[in-house]
């Protein structure tokens, strides 16, 4: 089973960025997916969810307004939009799968039981 985080890179403050998470050995069309992402030095961070259909959706507060997280079930594949870049995005960014629900949208790295290997994200001021 695999989660293949892409589309990261360099970008301007301001700019924009779509991330794209790919899975693969498993379908996870039945379950919660999300974003997290990690600054060097600091915690992993919550950045959003969705359901399993993506009619509901849950953002970190210094994301919201800015990100939206969508997904494509019959490509397996989930987004990440990012509107409004700041410096303080910059981060490598996880994507996750939580299998265990396809509703309870977690703020918690440790309900998340997929992760894949990150992509990095770096916005210049």
């Known amino acids: 089973v695999q989660l293949q985080a892409s589309g990261g890179g360099l970008v301007q403050a301001g700019g924009s960025l779509r991330l794209s998470c790919a899975a693969s050995g498993r379908t996870f069309s039945r379950d919660v997916m999300g974003w997290f992402r990690q600054a060097p030095g600091t915690e992993r961070e919550f950045v959003a969810a969705i359901s399993w259909n993506g009619d509901n959706t849950h953002y970190g507060d210094s994301v919201k307004g800015r990100f939206t997280i969508s997904r494509d079930n019959a490509k397996n594949t989930v987004f990440l939009q990012m509107n409004s870049l700041k410096a303080e995005d910059t981060a490598v960014y996880y994507c996750?799968?939580?299998?265990?629900?396809?509703?309870?949208?977690?703020?918690?790295?440790?309900?998340?039981?997929?992760w894949g290997q990150g992509t990095l994200v770096t916005v210049s001021s």
């Open positions: 996750a799968a939580n299998v265990r629900t396809s509703r309870v949208l977690s703020r918690t790295k440790g309900s998340y039981d997929y």
